[in-house]
């Protein structure tokens, strides 16, 4: 059904355009998109209903309905730990600290081997629902404010504050002792079953009487693989 919907939202061309203009102002009041509130904020195109005047958000399963409010309410309860009022500057740091310790173990425990000298960072994985509530949170514009704690924090990890991946290039993680990996984020299926259904229906091919189209089965065949991967 999740396929089915995100597919004919893709068949109009405009589908998935915001229908706000994206804002003008500095980087540090812009909210950074994900999926999550990306699909909340889309509109139904034409080729899925003619209501109108909803987003895709609510034409999908139940189940995957469940897991954005989760995202969400994670992310929002995280947020508040880390950007709660007259809260301390040493207090933050020690927050910020804790955020950025858990996305270690998350990734750790679903980073793929990699080279010895590379950083959690920069190892391929599949990304986790927690480490994706985790990274959002610290990105967040409510957590970006608080400059100086940052800059802290990066300066205690001997690392410069110009980005996530160099506040994790310096990890205090390296392995952890359960080896099960983490629930795939949901985001992450979600743009990777995009990225399927963004093919053609149909691949030309030579014939000795001229070109005749062909049905994709391998389309469908991806799509029906990482649904069952995950």
Not at 46 to 62: A, F, I, K, N
Not at 98 to 125: F, K, W, Y
Not at 184 to 190: G, N, Q, R, T, V
Request: aromatic content about 6%.
């Amino acid at each position: 059904m999740t396929s089915d919907v995100l597919e004919a939202q893709t068949a109009d061309r405009t589908g998935w355009l915001l229908p706000r203009d994206l804002p003008t102002s500095n980087d540090d009041s812009i909210e950074i998109q994900t999926m999550y509130s990306h699909i909340q904020e889309v509109e139904i195109s034409s080729t899925v209903s003619e209501l109108g005047q909803d987003v895709v958000y609510r034409l999908l399963p139940p189940g995957v309905r469940s897991c954005i409010r989760a995202y969400s309410i994670l992310r929002k309860w995280l947020i508040s730990k880390i950007a709660a009022p007259k809260l301390g500057l040493r207090t933050r740091q020690h927050r910020m600290e804790i955020l950025l310790h858990a996305v270690e173990v998350a990734r750790s425990r679903s980073t793929d081997s990699g080279p010895l000298n590379s950083s959690l960072a920069e190892r391929p994985s599949v990304r986790s629902f927690v480490e994706a509530a985790l990274t959002s949170a610290i990105v967040s514009i409510e957590s970006r404010i608080y400059h100086r704690a940052w800059q802290n924090v990066a300066a205690g990890r001997g690392q410069y504050c110009d980005g996530l991946t160099s506040l994790l290039a310096s990890s205090c993680v390296q392995s952890t002792k359960s080896k099960f990996p983490l629930a795939i984020d949901m985001s992450w299926f979600l743009e990777r079953l995009m990225e399927v259904l963004c093919n053609p229906d149909f691949m030309e091919s030579s014939s000795p009487e001229g070109q005749v189209n062909l049905i994709n089965f391998e389309k469908r065949k991806c799509v029906f693989l990482l649904m069952c991967w995950c």
